[in-house]
Each structure stands twice: as structure tokens, then as C-alpha cells.
């Protein structure tokens, strides 16, 4: 069912063609273990990975980032002015048996805004499968547009905010507001043992979603084990303020799913 009304939601604009590259290039949605829905979903209805990215790219929940992100679609970055941006919320993306769930904070404007896969087509997104692909989680080191044949194999990708946000900054309303997802995520990923938070604003969002308190100590690495089991693996953002100050490093950044791949085996 998800499926149909994916296309018959977003086929207005030739979305579907976007939503079977998700399914070829992930085998990303679909497939995801059912259960009953949590926050943000439809009560009554049963929910799949299917059914959170149709609701995921449909949207219009926060008049600012809807508007911001419809702007960046139109107005562009120069150097991609011939693209036609994504320009929605930004689905996860991965597999549905993911041991390994990789939280971030939003889509960068001209990065998944503009491809339509998260951290695809953007600096951030070149260490980050880049890293994955060294630990055995992704089948390339590139993530450059949604065709580029990435897979990931036993891990998820996701973020807190699905829609771009001005200067990178959610609010904490919007925040609040696109947790749901991530919420409802976690619940349909169930062989999940790891979560790999990719800075501070990834780990609040995830210590929200559990409710910890007070929130837990981050820093690169930094550990803490869930009310689940899960276990809660903080990395600092491979955005460029780090990685070109060398906050970050590549051997820092590999050393996080190094972990993860030890931790979910
Ligand atoms: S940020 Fe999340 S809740 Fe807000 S409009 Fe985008 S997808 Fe919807």
C-alpha cells in the first residue's frame, strides 16, 4: 500500500522516479519490520519504512523550512543552476536489517535538498560514506547523487530534521515537530544495536527520543548505553568547520564506525 500512495502523492512532479531510486539504490525503504505506529504516524494503520518516507516527503509540517528549502530549490547554488532540485524533506536511507542507525542533524540546502538522499552530494556526505564504505557498511566510498549505486549493507542513515534548515539551525519546535520520524524509524528498525550520532544536535535529538536526563556527556566517541541496550556512540559532525580545521580528521572519523562495526558485529 505504501508504494501506491507514495506515487500518488508526489507523482505530480515526477517524485516516483525519485522514490524507486531510493528502493533500487538502498534497498532502502520497504521491507521494514511492521509493527503498530508510534508518534507521528496514522493511528489504525500499520507502519512500515515505506509508509514513514511517504509521509516523510510529503511533508508541510513547518511553514519556515517548507519555505526555505522551495527557495533554495528555485534560487540555486550557481554551480548547479542546470539540476533540478529535490527540494522536500529528505527521507532515510539504507537497509531495513540496519544494525547500525547513523543520525544527522538536517539536510544541507544544496546537498540532500538537492539530490533528494541524505548526505548525498555534499562535503559532509563524502567523509561520511566514505567512512562507512572503510567499515563494511556501504558498497562505495561516494555519495554524489541519488543513481550512483550506493547501497549500505546492516546500516541506516537518517537524520533528526528532515528539511533543510536556514544556516543549519532548526528550531527547537521544528526539532520537536520531525522527531516523530526518527522515532517512528527506530521502533521499525528493530535489529538496530547501534546509533552513531554525527554531532551534539544528533545526540540531543536521539537523548530526547529517549528521554535521558540530564542528557549525556558528548564528545567524540563517547559511549552510553540506551534504555534498550542500544548502545549510543557519539562522533563529532564532519561538517567543514571541522574537517577543515582538523577538529576532525579522517583516522578520528574512521575510528567511529570502526567502533560501530565492532559493536554490531
Ligand atoms: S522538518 Fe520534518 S516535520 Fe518539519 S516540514 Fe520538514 S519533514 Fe515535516
Redesign the pocket.
Known sequence: MAEPLLRSMVGERGRSVEHDRHRRHGSTIGGGAVRSLSAGGQSGTVDSLDQVTAE?VT????PR??AW?ELVAVEKRASYRDETYWGR?VPGFGDPAARLLVVGL?PAAHGGNRTGRVFTGDRSGDWVFRAMWKAGFANQPTSVDADDGLELTGAYVAAV???A?PANK?TPA?RD??L??LRRELDLLGQVKVIVALGLFAMDGVSRLYGLRPRPTFGHLAEHVLPDGRTLLCSYHPSQQNTFTGVLTEPAFDAVFSRARELTG
Request: charged share 20%.
Open positions: 516523510v511533508c508541510v509540517a513547518c523550512l517548507v528549502r524533506p538536517a530534521v528532515r528539511c534548515p532548526p521544528e515537530r520531525c516523530g520520524y
